[in-house]
């Protein structure tokens, strides 16, 4: 009970994306914990998830939630990032390895090795092809297809989800305004992800693994990948349940629990709880403030970071390409930024301005 308990506890949006943060970037940057990245570490851990998922579904909460059909394959999901995410780095770390003793890295090595089509590559689909039938066909018989009763407006699911493909999105909505987290955010991943090779001024990396020529661009894009956007579908499948509220793993999703919650705007703490007065009747002067706030993060910022940490990157690539850059992460960091606003002080909007739909 009392590991359940703690499992619950550690859980905890808040708590759990801190020590996500933590242990993210002390495995990327800390050269001391390099040997995470090892096969034996890599064993561990898969064992450790392994047992953790076993002895979670002992347990009637866990298991309801891990074991029904729309979440299984997310639970693969997770398993295989993990992998794919260590195999990448492993290679990565290797080749670093390989070419601080002037050799050069392994895929050059295979590149000079000649394998044919036919037969080993047709071969190698063929199995390949063979074992996710029987994948398939197996999954198919023991798990009914996520199905529900007809639609009927008198009785909504609670909660109603997306597809787990676009959890990261509906759980973007509870921070941003529909417009910024249905529109805009999309729209601005898919356009930073096309303008990557235009504004990535790094051209090392090409056809070869390597984390030590290519650290800065790996951290961010791995932050925004695994950090953000596979932590959101995590969070939304496993931790929201009913009414929106937070459960732990091995909690109960109880339609009855009430979490007492006070959202506020930035301009009710200012001028309510600051000034001790109501709010202007003028939207400008009654936003001001957040406004402010706003301009600031995005204007004063990435001239801030061009004198200090960014100098590297505006010299290198030009003002134009630098203010994309630094644009596109600017709005990538606001999202946790937005979270723990909302986990912490209740904030609900930066800048609310309902009289012509724009919050922010």
């Known amino acids: 009970m009392l590991f359940k308990s703690v499992v619950d506890w550690l859980c905890n949006p808040p708590i759990l994306f801190t020590l996500i943060f933590i242990l993210f970037f002390a495995a990327f940057l800390l050269r001391k914990l390099r040997w995470l990245w090892s096969p034996r570490a ?26 029904k059909p729309d979440n299984v394959p997310i639970v693969a999901m997770l398993f295989l990032v993990g992998f794919f995410s260590w195999l990448s780095m492993y290679l990565a770390l290797k080749n670093d390895e390989r070419m601080g003793k002037s050799l050069p ?14 037969p080993d ?40 989800k997306a597809p787990w493909y676009f959890l990261g999105l509906q759980e973007m909505l509870v921070y941003y305004d529909p417009w910024i987290a249905g529109v805009l955010l999309p729209g601005l991943i898919i356009i930073g992800l096309m303008a990557l090779p235009y504004i990535d001024p790094n051209k090392k990396g090409n056809g070869y693994y390597t984390f030590a020529e290519r650290k800065w661009e790996i951290l961010t894009f791995q932050f925004g990948f695994l ?27 109880d339609v009855h629990k009430l979490v007492p919650l006070s959202n506020i705007n930035l301009s009710e703490v200012i001028w309510v709880q600051v000034f001790n007065t109501g709010l202007p009747q003028n939207w400008f002067l009654r936003e001001i403030f957040g406004i402010l706030l706003v301009l600031a993060y995005f204007v004063l910022t990435p001239l801030l970071l061009a004198k200090t940490w960014f100098k590297p990157f505006f010299e290198k690539m030009g003002m134009a390409r630098y203010q994309i850059l630094v644009f596109l992460l600017l709005c990538m960091v606001s999202l946790p930024i937005k979270m723990y606003l909302r986990w912490l002080f209740n904030m609900h909007y930066v800048v609310a301005i309902p009289e012509y739909f724009f919050n922010i």
């Open 42 to 67: 890599a064993l561990i851990a898969f064992a450790l998830g392994a047992a953790f998922v076993a002895y979670g579904l002992t347990d009637p909460n866990f298991r309801l939630i891990v074991t």
């Open 121 to 160: 590559l047709v071969y190698t689909e063929f199995l390949c092809m063979i074992l996710w039938g029987v994948l398939l066909i197996v999954w198919s018989i023991y798990l009914k297809a996520p199905i529900e009763e007809p639609a009927n407006p008198a009785k909504t699911p609670n909660p109603s």
């Open 227 to 253: 950090v953000l956007w596979v932590m959101m579908i995590i969070t939304g499948t496993f931790f929201r349940g009913p009414n929106q509220n937070f459960f732990g793993p091995f909690e109960k999703w």
């Open 105 to 118: 890295p392994e895929e050059k090595l295979e590149s000079e090795i000649k394998i044919l089509v036919w």
